[in-house]
């Protein structure tokens, strides 16, 4: 088994960042792929970024393309997701998600680990 310790949200003012990490411990070895979701009040989880072991590039969703980065420190299994220029919209709570698989989908179904989530919020 693999778990997920998601820290650093809170809250921000408009065009302000924050920098989301997420620990993983247990099964690290196992784990190829880790992203980022996120989930609205009232709206479905979707994916805003992942990185692979073996892919160097990292996607995105359109939403946060060039606001956002995700990086990944493999000697202390934890991923980073640097959010800058944020707006109201970003405001969810963000999930960290982990796969063994190296090519993932960009949806829930595709990710077997999860992190319990933190809350990001940004004011107007």
């Known amino acids: 088994q693999v778990q997920l310790v998601e820290s650093g949200g809170g809250l921000v003012q408009a065009g302000g960042s924050l920098r989301l990490s997420c620990a993983a411990s247990g099964r690290t070895l196992s784990i190829s792929t880790m992203g980022w979701f996120r989930q609205a009040p009232g709206k479905e989880r979707e994916f805003v970024a992942r990185i692979s072991r073996t892919i160097s590039n990292a996607y995105y969703a359109d939403t946060v393309k060039g606001r956002f980065t995700i990086s990944r420190d493999y000697a202390k299994n934890t991923v980073y997701l640097q959010m800058n220029n944020l707006k109201p919209e970003d405001t969810a709570v963000y999930y960290c998600?982990?796969?063994?698989?190296?090519?993932?989908?960009?949806?829930?179904?595709?990710?077997?680990?999860w992190g319990q989530g933190t809350q990001v919020t940004v004011s107007s």
């Open positions: 998600a982990a796969d063994p698989k190296i090519r993932v989908g960009p949806t829930v179904r595709d990710y077997d680990y």
